[in-house]
């Protein structure tokens, strides 16, 4: 079982509220994603850090912002959560080099009334 | 433009019997395939990984096969049980800077008792 962790689970939020989506691994890993993903629908890359300081946009434009200050740690930002947001976000992380299998969170589904 | 393709999109199997699972992708340079197990609501879990020099793998009850000549690959799951209903996702890594993975859409597999 891989040790990563999303909080909250679920939310449920309205519009124009800021919002903090929280992801921490307690392997080590280097790299970490953020995808996100609609019901019954492809996972779609947001964000990814290959370490420290490091934060690259992925293949999906998003209006989330993340930082990566601390190795284990990985939180996602909205500013002004929008209904178009809804969705369900998944954090991930895999060693640098290797197989680099990426291994996932449980997710954040979040509701934007 | 890397792509990977999944087929059937759902299937409804009989607990005890057995199924298989299509992929084929145009991802460029192949680096290596991933099959994913989703849980619905909960994040992937990785059940194996080829290179391009690997024919076959197995895991338990699956069993993935990969051909690089025709960019196909294939998940056997063997005397299916209930707990295998889950999205079952197909995952292509690029040979090139950063390992960028795409992600099929998933077949979404329902096993009945």
């Known amino acids: 079982e891989a040790d990563i962790y999303q909080t909250p689970r679920y939310l449920v939020i309205g519009t124009g509220k800021k919002i903090t989506l929280e992801c921490s691994q307690t392997m080590g890993h280097d790299k970490m994603y953020w995808y996100q993903q609609d019901p019954g629908m492809e996972l779609h890359l947001i964000h990814y850090s290959y370490g420290v300081n490091s934060t690259e946009k992925g293949d999906l434009s998003s209006e989330s912002t993340v930082s990566r200050i601390r190795t284990e740690h990985f939180p996602l930002t909205l500013e002004s959560a929008r209904p178009s947001h809804t969705s369900q976000y998944l954090c991930a992380s895999s060693e640098r080099g290797g197989e680099e299998t990426q291994y996932f969170g449980p997710g954040t589904r979040l509701l934007v009334l | 433009k890397n792509q990977v393709e999944q087929s059937p999109q759902s299937l409804i199997i009989l607990e005890g019997k057995n199924c298989t699972l299509q992929c084929n992708y145009t991802v460029s340079p192949f680096s290596n395939l991933r099959w994913y197990k989703q849980d619905t609501g909960r994040g992937p879990v990785s059940l194996t990984i080829?290179?391009?020099?690997?024919n076959t793998k197995s895991n338990g009850r699956y069993t993935a096969t990969l051909d690089a000549d025709t960019k196909q690959s294939s998940l056997h799951i063997t005397a299916s049980q209930l707990s295998d209903s889950a999205s079952y996702i197909c995952v292509v890594s690029a040979g090139n800077a950063g390992n960028m993975l795409t992600f099929g859409g998933g077949t979404r597999l329902m096993v009945k008792p």
């Open positions: 080829m290179t391009f020099s690997e």
